[in-house]
């Protein structure tokens, strides 16, 4: 798992400074990448099962309300990349911004990805995002 996630924030280049990697291999990028999954998930569930289906709100289908929900995962994803270099007290670089913001970026993926899964088992949004 390590490696794998190793792999998908690795890809905007090497954690800065190098004193730091092993810090960002091992304990920051498994956590943001779990969490990312998880805020993604979480929140694709929201609009698709809760809101579009247990509560049926017909009204809140539309693709602006998923584009606010992708919106509001990637706010949230690029909070918590911060966060959590901040909270391994990490060296304050430009590098915990720039994994911040591919942070977001991934988590826009997941709940697209999520979206697709899920969108068929809604009532009101089965059609959302497309």
Excluded: C
């Excluded at 606010?68 to 060296?91: D, M, R, T, Y």
């Excluded at 709940?111 to 899920?118: E, K, Q, R, T």
């Amino acid at each position: 798992m390590k490696a794998f996630f190793r792999f998908l924030y690795e890809i905007i280049g090497n954690p800065q400074p190098p004193a730091d990697t092993p810090v960002y291999r091992d304990v920051v990028f498994p956590n943001i990448g779990l969490l990312n999954i998880g805020l993604s998930l979480g929140l694709a569930v929201i609009f698709y099962l809760l809101i579009n289906r247990a509560m049926g709100v017909a009204t809140f289908n539309k693709g602006r309300h998923w584009g606010l929900f992708l919106g509001l995962n990637a706010l949230l994803a690029f909070g918590i990349g911060i966060w959590q270099a901040h909270s391994q007290q990490v060296a304050d670089h430009s590098y915990i911004y720039w994994l911040a913001t591919w942070n977001a970026i991934l988590s826009m993926a997941w709940f697209f990805i999520f979206s697709l899964l899920l969108r068929k088992a809604s009532t009101n949004a089965s059609t959302t995002p497309f």
